[in-house]
């Protein structure tokens, strides 16, 4: 299969080592990814702080960017959520009904990586290798938007030498929410202390999720504990095998 890979903009900036980390899964599952790269940001960020003109206008671009597109797979439930759920309705909203029309043809080859996997290719042993102690937080767009469900877990659970922990009140948000740390500091604060500690209690060497915004928010917190503890994308540690560790 022909796979389109959309990076976002947190990965392609701070954690590059996360879109390689897919690409050479998908790779070794036998597809063939491609990198247009002229793509950009989804425009999510621009959405939710008020900018609709300016998040159509990134939309727009995505739209003739992966026009062509067999499938377009991302490591984050965030931005596939924004492409998938948002962006048609922002379009509604600002009028635009022609892409509107656009988007949501396109939005049904748009996955997340985890749901990628499982939901459209019934893969959920990917033979990765990770000898680690791990513990598992659902983000909320991939689980409330998205609904990937327990696809991420199963992936996991496949992985050989990884003991999987139960991460208490794992569906509680960890308090990233893009701006809203920014905006609400010390909600934003008091949740991740709630995250941090709970990821602590399991007893995990590590905690993956799909989105590196939460991860660097939650690594953060994990840091400032110095609890020895770390964060890794699920790209990475499915990514991972004897021969290569990429987490």
Known sequence: MKIDLFITCLNDALFPRTG?????LLERL?????FNPAQTCCGQMHLNTGYRADALSLVRKFVNDFRDAEVIVLPSGSCAAMLRELAPDAAHWEGDEALR????????????????????LGVEDVGAAYPHRVTYHPTCHAMRSLRVGDA??????????????????????????GTFSVKNPDVSTAMLADKA??????GAEACTA?????????????????????????????????GQVWA
């Open 197 to 202: 500690r709970h990821i602590l209690e399991t």
């Open 152 to 177: 991420p877990l199963r992936l996991l659970r496949n992985v050989r030498g990884l003991t999987l922990l139960e991460l208490p009140h794992a569906d509680e948000c960890c308090g990233f929410g």
């Open 210 to 242: 799909g989105d590196n915004s939460c991860l660097m928010h939650i690594g953060g917190g994990l840091h400032r504990l110095r609890s020895g503890a770390r964060t890794v994308h699920l790209a990475e540690i499915l990514a991972s095998t004897d």
């Open 30 to 34: 036998g597809h063939e990814v491609r």
């Open 20 to 24: 390689q980390a897919t690409v050479a």
């Open 101 to 120: 029309a656009e988007v949501e043809a396109l939005s049904g080859r748009v996955f997340e990586l985890s749901e990628f996997l499982v939901k459209k």
